[in-house]
């Protein structure tokens, strides 16, 4: 196992350092420049036409060694985030109510087998809708580790216990009709109206989420028949012998059945703390109660920090109603934080490369480079272009909001005088700015959930090409109907 591990670390932190060392001489080559920004919602928004070189700032050895620690900053919140769920999960897996409920529900399945079709499909749809409507990334991490044993004891992979739930959010998040974090911001600093296009977004999001099903279940076909075909099949050798699944004992005592009744509490108090403005929004209009003024609420949506809270509750309530004595809890907590360390000190590493691009100034000079060839293409191949110009830029930004002031207030205009509409530019810049995130080395939420797997990122990388490559071509004929359509 301890072979295992090394290889795996190795492989990951030595692609993450060749990144690194790319973008610093990138740094030397590329020459320096910005755009002037202007604060809009609370947000640094950059200004059309205002490109102007800088100093340069070639990054140097020193810089590069800074810069992890510097990422740590950057990702902070991430990484508690990621430590209290590794800590919580641990709480809930020694009361053995999380092994408890496997077992149910792999005894569900054994007993009809005729369902077990339904794992893949209804569960990328369940976390396609969380990525489409309120935008899921971080908080699909915290269903990987119940889903890995759950795939494992339906006699599927890792791997596919880690897909689900992260490539279902992915899937969602890139194909979106109302994420508030690409189409919301997008269409706001587009200036078209919020939401609008809802129909044909819906129709993009039900073929998007149906390819990634069949092309999961062709996967977990071939698994299931030979486990050797496996992605993960080494580490699931282990991981079998570590969990101990018995089929046959799927006892689930008042206790532990206390302790799942919890967590699921915990996870519906996450979708009401994330839509909390929506919920509020929608009541105030159907009944006149406003929500927000009554209780006091802030306006914004739950995220990384009060998600955490949340469930750092959830795991000192599922202690309590484990009878869990306190050093054990003690144990297994911090057990679950130290599980974690790992993954979040690649997260610090991966981050460094998105510092240093920044401090070399050459992101806006790559957005300028690349929005003034878009302007010479054909309609159709200028929103191609835009896409895959987001794609280069969502290498360096993984976050949705991030790139979208980055990159909209530049290409909303420019959409103007190629001869397409602004909602198709939206389109571009949601689907080409989203795909790439699952894969990205410079994306924490990549990097955590492969982590929960032990994949070593150059296998997951080759596995996901396949996928990309479909979604990619896929993305490029849903931009061609908006322009014949004119679509507002």
């Known amino acids: 196992m301890s072979r295992i591990l090394s290889k795996i670390k190795l492989n990951t932190f030595a692609i993450i350092l060749s990144i690194l060392a790319i973008v610093t001489v990138m740094t030397w080559i590329v020459p320096s420049g910005a755009y002037d920004k202007t604060e809009v919602n609370g947000r640094q928004v950059v200004v059309a036409g205002t490109y102007h070189r800088v100093a340069a700032e070639p990054q140097g050895l020193f810089d590069v060694l800074k810069a992890p620690i510097q990422g740590f900053s950057k990702t902070a919140e991430v990484i508690v985030f990621l430590l209290t769920i590794g800590g919580v999960l641990a709480v809930i897996e020694k009361t053995g109510a999380i092994a408890a409920g496997i077992q149910a529900a792999s005894a569900f399945f054994q007993r009809n087998p005729k369902l077990r079709f339904l794992f893949i499909p209804l569960g990328i749809i369940v976390f396609s809708l969380c990525g489409a409507t309120f935008g899921m990334c971080e908080e699909a991490l915290i ?6 044993p759950l795939a494992l004891s339906l006699g599927y992979d890792s791997a596919l216990g880690t897909a689900v739930p992260f490539i279902g959010a992915g899937v969602g998040f890139a194909a979106a009709f109302t994420n508030p974090f690409t189409v919301g911001i997008a269409q706001g600093i587009a200036q078209v109206p919020l939401y609008s296009g809802l129909g044909y977004r819906f129709i993009i999001w039900i073929i998007c989420t149906t390819v990634v099903i069949t092309w999961l279940s062709i996967y977990a076909a071939r698994v299931h028949k030979d486990p050797s075909k496996s992605l993960t ?10 969990l101990k699944l018995n089929k046959e004992e799927h006892h689930i005592t008042r206790r532990q059945k206390w302790v799942l009744t919890a967590f699921g509490l915990g996870m519906v108090g996450l979708i009401i703390g994330v839509l909390k403005p929506q919920i509020c929004a929608f009541i105030n209009n159907t009944w006149g109660i406003d929500l927000m003024t009554m209780l006091h609420l802030e306006q914004e949506g739950w995220y990384i920090t009060e998600i955490a809270a949340l469930f750092l509750g959830v795991g000192f309530l599922c202690g309590i109603l484990g009878k869990m004595k306190m050093q054990q809890f003690n144990d297994a907590f911090f057990d679950g934080v130290r599980g974690m360390a790992e993954i979040a000190m690649l997260l610090c590493f991966a981050q460094a490369i998105v510092i240093i691009a ?13 929005s003034g060839t878009i302007k010479h293409l054909h309609p159709i191949c200028a929103s191609w272009a835009a896409m895959m110009l987001q794609t280069v ?25 190629i001869g397409i509409t602004r909602q198709t530019m939206v389109l571009a810049f949601q689907l080409g700015g989203s795909w790439l995130n699952m894969v990205i080395p410079t994306d924490p939420v990549t990097i955590a959930a492969i982590g929960f797997a032990r994949i070593a990122y150059p296998k997951w990388l080759k596995w996901m090409l396949p996928l990309l490559l479909v979604m990619y071509l896929l993305s490029f004929a849903l931009l061609i109907p908006p322009y014949f359509m004119k679509w507002q």
Request: hydrophobic share 50%; proline share 7%.
């Open 143 to 148: 269903f990987i580790p119940i889903f890995i």
């Open 233 to 242: 099949y080494e580490f699931d050798i282990e991981k079998r012998k570590e």
């Open 358 to 370: 920044n401090n070399g100034h050459i992101l806006d000079t790559l957005l300028e480079w690349m």
């Open 393 to 417: 830029i969502d290498f360096f930004i993984p976050s949705g909001s991030g790139k979208a002031v980055l990159t909209m207030p530049i290409l909303a205009p420019l959409a103007d005088l």
